[in-house]
Each structure stands twice: as C-alpha cells, then as structure tokens.
C-alpha cells in the first residue's frame, strides 16, 4: 500500500515563507512526477508544480518566480518551498505522485496526499 503523507502547512503572514514536504511510503519502485496541487474555497483544484523523476520541473504562472519545486527520488520525498506568500496562495495543497510503479513492477497510477492546509494573513 502506497501513502503520501504531507507536512509543512500552517498560518503565515503576507510575505513569510514556507517549505512544504510530502513523502511517499510503501513498495515503491519508481515514480514519475511529484508535484504540488491545491484548492481553495469554491475554486477547483489547480496544478502549482510539478517535477519529473528527471528534475524537469513546470510551474503555474500565477507561482512562478515565487515557488521552488525540489524532489530526492532515494527518499520518494517532493518539497515545496513557497517565498513571499500572499493572501490569495490561501488553500488547502495537496501532493500529488504520477505515474507510479511498484517493486512488482505493477504501474499504479496516480496517488494523492490528504492535503495540507496553508493560510495567509494579510
């Protein structure tokens, strides 16, 4: 059984930093792309980063320059390091792993953290 677990969130100001981690565990034996999602009120869930097992990396424009995607593959571990946060980066974000192959070399899909709440206060 695969788990993602997420770590990191929390209450910060307008302008603060944060550094969200999410590490997968279980028979894991490659996954393709780790990434960062999130969802705030009444809005559907939208991609912020993503990076490959390569380290190629997408960004959302509205993060862009402001957000640091970073991923060690020997630990199945994404981090999310979040720089001068507004108000509206206010959502529930959740960690995302793409394409994932087990050690039986069964392909599983796509797997999806329970999400971490971030707010920001202006």
């Known amino acids: 059984q695969v788990r993602l677990v997420e770590s990191g969130g929390g209450l910060v100001q307008a302008g603060g930093s944060l550094r969200l981690s999410c590490a997968a565990s279980?028979?894991?034996?490659?996954?393709?792309?780790m990434g960062w999602y999130r969802q705030a009120p009444g809005k559907q869930r939208e991609l912020v980063a993503r990076?490959?097992?390569?380290?190629?990396?997408n960004y959302a424009d509205s993060v862009k320059g402001r957000i640091t995607i970073a991923r060690d593959n020997a630990k199945s571990t994404v981090y999310l390091q979040i720089n001068s946060l507004k108000p509206e980066d206010t959502a529930v974000y959740y960690c995302?792993?793409?394409?994932?192959?087990?050690?039986?070399?069964?392909?599983?899909?796509?797997?999806w953290g329970q999400g971490t709440q971030v707010t920001v206060s202006s």
């Open positions: 990076i490959s097992s390569g380290g190629s990396r």
């Open positions: 995302n792993a793409g394409g994932l192959v087990n050690r039986d070399s069964d392909y599983l899909g796509n797997y």
């Open positions: 279980g028979s894991i034996f490659s996954i393709n792309y």
